[in-house]
């Protein structure tokens, strides 16, 4: 990484492949260019499509000043490549126009994917204000199983009483 969370240049190319390999859940680099060069072998078009998802995804996170972990890692370009391939060979007859609008689906994917990881994270994961004795925030289940015992949180206003 370059300086103060900017990416660093071996992020973008790493990226590229990394979204490849993320298609399938695999960690490593390397493994994304070994996908890619099989889709080559495969078809053109799809290797083509593929390519230009992965170029664009890992260029709309750079640009958007994503960190250089995430576009190293590739978990932002992963949904580029696959709405690239849906889009170009798919959905739609494999071909320069539809090309275009594989690679501006990508760009939408790549700027979409944040938003549900957010919506979705737990609750008490999200970024709130800390208690105000600075120990950060507390799962909302932690008073029960501070006690020993997990129960109902409508218990006692179910019973009546403690």
């Keep these: 990484m370059s300086c103060a969370g900017a990416p660093g240049p071996a992020a973008p190319a790493r990226g590229f492949f990394a979204g490849a390999a993320q ?15 099989g889709l080559f072998l495969a078809s053109r078009a799809a290797g083509a499509a593929a ?5 664009a995804g890992t260029a709309t996170a750079w640009a958007l000043g994503a960190s250089a972990e995430r576009i190293a890692d590739g978990s932002l ?22 090309l ?16 549900p990881e957010a919506l979705l994270a737990p609750q008490w ?12 925030r507390v799962p909302l289940c932690m008073p029960s199983l501070r006690a020993g015992r997990t ?10 009483g403690a």
Excluded: I, K, M, N
């Excluded at 390519?51 to 170029?55: I, L």
């Excluded at 129960?151 to 009546?160: D, E, I, M």
């Design 23 to 37: 298609v399938f859940f695999l960690d490593r680099w390397y493994l994304g260019a070994l996908l890619l060069a």
């Design 51 to 55: 390519c230009a998802g992965s170029a």
């Design 77 to 98: 370009v992963r949904d580029a490549v696959l709405v690239a391939l849906a889009l170009c060979g798919v959905f739609l007859e494999a071909s320069r126009p539809a």
């Design 100 to 115: 275009l609008y594989a690679v501006l689906g990508a760009v939408t994917a790549t700027v979409a994917t944040p938003a």
């Design 125 to 136: 994961a999200r970024s709130r204000p800390s208690r105000p004795d600075g120990r950060g």
């Design 151 to 160: 129960r109902h949180p409508y218990t006692r206003a179910r019973h009546g």
